[in-house]
């Protein structure tokens, strides 16, 4: 999955002389923001299929995009992090009464709007730190791990203002503090800056996990932690870098919903771990670990998104939109398990003694069809 | 002999019979016309060394797979098992090394599990537990039927899957390795209950690396070899001499171990190592092994399982802390190095378990090949690519991997080429010292002798390999020395040039006739 596709060598080695159901099984995230594109331009031909519609709802997607990019490289790892979205809640929260000022000793600091989105972020690397250590180090289930800190974490945005919502985020020019609604409001070449955000996050997450040695790391010990160990990886550092992440993209998160509401509430993001998984598992991940990309979970994120803001032009009530949702999900896992069973069908068994044909060492192409009969 | 499987004296009864049985996978035979009888109330034990074809004769007996072509006949009728379900009901039952209970549950409930005793009101628990319990009592053990099964020793809990495979009325029990992991005085009680099960008219196939011991029980023996029956006879008949002489055969060349280069300086020193069992923290499943290994040196590790050879190569790998002693790496403790900082230093491990272990099967073949090494090749913040593939397509031509592509899915491979991947990801980082824990398990002759070459070469560039191994054969053909455990220890040290019949005596497998 990170190999460089050498000019000899197909991408994918059993070839299936041109198998198209292979090719639909690959592409189903793809194929299913096409179909949903296609409906419901069709249902809707002068709401849905408009530049500017496209526009609010990539900007709504991103939010939860940025969500399933960190929960993405948890489940790679072949973890989960529930406490997403109260950690987008709790960094909105840090970003919100940073912008009300921080009294030390007696005085009011008004910190600068960069500085404010370092510490929200900052609150959401702590929030990982906290479940990558409980999961590597104190070997709690990730679960339950991290459904712990969902609780914590939500409690303790609650707590910072008592439940009450900060609405005063637009600064003071003679505080030096203005400009934060600018990451919600603004645009760029007509492309909002929250979708901004998301795509240098998902170009940044796209080269860490392709080509960079933590990406490895991550891959092989999601795709066997035992092997990944006795190969010198450091499986529980690699571990806690995870959920690290993840707290991150959701602090993140946080800090483009914020703006983007002109305002942080206690209880924003609330039940979007759960969004961010679905997002993750039609992207084509698997929850075991070692499998899944960025562009795959962000296809996922764009069939939740769409989905649901197409159902609503439609007219189609909330109620049906969730059971859509839920649906959409199921078959999304169903052909998951499709897909890695048709893989994993040809694991070898050992124990065999076959005597083997020439020993030649052979990489090209001709051989394939008497290496796949090589097979145990 | 009787390759024809016809019968030795013709008074005993042949309850089960294999006819012509063979086995391809893919490309490959592993059994190529087998034919044995089991015969009622006796014990039928199939010798053969590892990769001979007995674990998929076993499996094909016990319906876990369909022979290609042959057939198996059930008291004289023809008959095929869809499952092991389905072998079950027809009254045979499988015994695997690895115990198929569940430890959380209570005898009673592993006893009838799948197998319910159901009523109008739910599972009848108090029919159960009788039922239960005489069976039990039969065996000659004073288990309760409402102990959960993790309280009972090994022993028991096989008695328990014995009583669970009678209860189910199996006339034919298939018991593999049944006594590697158990005690003298549980081999005993064993050995008491098979005298039982033969009394009572069960019939068991027996299959044993511990000869001797499988000797002293059974009534026939079978010996395989490469897939075929070489030789079968009653057990009165033979001697351990004749057995060995059987199973072996004549050797496949795997060459001779590499000569005419002087070993350098030590390079791997194994100090007085003591390794607690972790089940069992009293008992050391490696107690006080002291080994020098030379730089250039093959020395190879004998012994049964269960002798404690992976746990020893898994603490001096670093997975495992050690009770006791030291190892150092060209003079330097390794105690408070990581799998990692190991490797970076110059040893590696590839483990006993190629899938378990070795592999990530969700990875490439060239990612399995550099992950070992994977930090060499970083450029600023990312992986050069172009000296990972490098790397990547010299590890496949150094090892002789068969494969389509380094992008093709290892699981594409076939397990000789498998095991050359992972060995090629510990060679990648460029190795002072090598472990390889029964590095020829699965894999094919022509593989096997690759590897030895492929270990030669490395060892005349002057790396030190270690190389534990349960096959007689494979210690005489690649080693400088051959270190012998037996039950944690090292029981006995020889050079190249030792009888096989005397290495098996150092482990306890064979006494010298």
Known sequence: MTQTIAPSSPPKAPKRSFDIRAILLEGRAFLALIVIFVVFSLLAPTSFPTLSNVIVMSQQVSVYALLSIGMLVVILNGGIDLSVGSTLGLSGMVAGLAMQGIKIFGVTLYPAVWVVVILAVATGAVVGLVNGLLVARLKVAPFVATLGTLYVVRGLAELSTNGLTVNNLEGNPQLGNTGFEWLGFNSLIGVPIGVWVLVVVAVLASLLLNRSVFGRWLYAAGGNERAAELSGVPVRRVKVRAYVISGVCAAIAGVVLTSELTSAGPTQGTSYELTAIAAVVIGGAALTGGRGTVRGTLLGAFVIGFLAAGLTIVGVSAYVQTVFTGAVIVLAVLLNSIQYRRRTRSKPSAGTPPLSTSSSPTTTAATEGRLREDRQ | ?513
């Open chain 2, 1 to 513: 002999m009787t390759a024809d499987g016809r019968d030795y004296e013709g008074d005993d009864e042949v309850v089960l019979s294999a006819r012509d049985i063979v086995k391809t996978y893919g490309g490959t035979t592993a059994l190529k016309g087998v034919n044995f009888n089991v015969h009622r109330g006796k014990v039928t034990t199939l010798f053969g060394e590892n990769g001979a074809g007995k674990s998929t004769l076993m499996k094909i007996l016990s319906g876990v797979e369909q022979p290609t072509s042959g057939a198996i006949e059930l008291d004289g009728a023809t008959v095929s098992f869809a499952d092991t379900n389905d072998a079950r009901d027809q009254g045979i039952s499988i015994i695997h090394q690895e115990l198929s209970l569940a430890p959380n549950l209570s005898v009673r409930d592993n006893m009838f599990m799948g197998r319910e005793l159901r009523t109008m009101r739910g599972v009848d628990y108090r029919e159960e537990e009788r039922q239960a319990r005489l069976v039990l009592r039969e065996l000659a053990d004073n288990i309760d039927p409402l102990t959960p099964v993790s309280d009972l020793r090994l022993g028991q809990q096989q008695l328990v899957e014995i009583a669970r495979a009678l209860h189910a009325n199996s006339r034919i029990l298939i018991m593999d390795e049944p006594t590697s992991a158990l005690s003298a005085a549980e081999v005993e009680v064993l050995f008491k209950v098979i005298a039982d099960l033969k009394a009572r008219g069960v019939s068991i196939v027996y299959i044993s690396h511990h000869l001797e011991e499988a000797l002293q029980v059974t009534d026939f023996a079978v010996v395989l070899r490469d897939g075929t029956m070489t030789a079968n006879a009653l057990a009165k008949d033979i001697d351990l001499e004749w057995i060995v002489r059987h199973m072996v055969g004549k050797n496949f060349n795997l060459g001779a171990p590499p000569t005419g280069y002087p070993f350098g300086p030590v390079a791997l020193e194994i100090d007085n190592v003591r390794i607690a069992d972790p089940d069992n923290p009293q008992r050391n499943v490696v107690d006080g092994v002291s080994l020098d290994v030379r730089a250039g040196e093959i020395v190879c590790i004998y012994g049964l399982m269960g002798a404690g050879r992976t746990e020893l190569l898994e603490a001096v790998a670093g997975r495992v802390a050690l009770t006791q002693g030291q190892v150092r790496l060209e003079g330097h403790d390794l105690a408070h190095l990581s799998i990692q900082g190991r490797i970076q230093r110059g040893l590696g491990l590839v483990p006993e378990d190629r899938q378990r272990d070795g592999l990530v099967q969700t990875m490439t073949v060239g990612g399995n090949l550099s992950l070992a090494s994977v930090t060499d090749f970083v450029k600023g913040l990312f992986l050069s690519r172009t000296q990972e593939q490098s790397l990547i397509d010299a590890g496949i031509l150094n090892v002789h991997v068969k494969t389509a592509s380094s992008d093709a899915p290892i699981g594409s491979l076939s397990g000789g080429n498998q095991q050359k991947v992972v060995i090629g990801k510990i060679v990648a980082t460029n190795p002072k010292v090598i472990l390889l824990d029964e590095p020829s398990r699965g894999i094919d002759v022509a593989a096997k002798a690759e590897v030895f070459n492929l270990l030669a070469d490395r060892a005349r560039e002057g790396l030190a390999v270690v190389y534990s191994t349960s096959e007689v054969g494979e210690c005489l053909s690649i080693a400088h020395r051959i270190v012998v455990m037996r039950r944690g220890r090292i029981s006995a040290e020889f050079g190249p040039d030792v009888a096989k019949e005397d290495i098996m005596a150092a482990s306890g497998e064979a006494v010298v006739v």
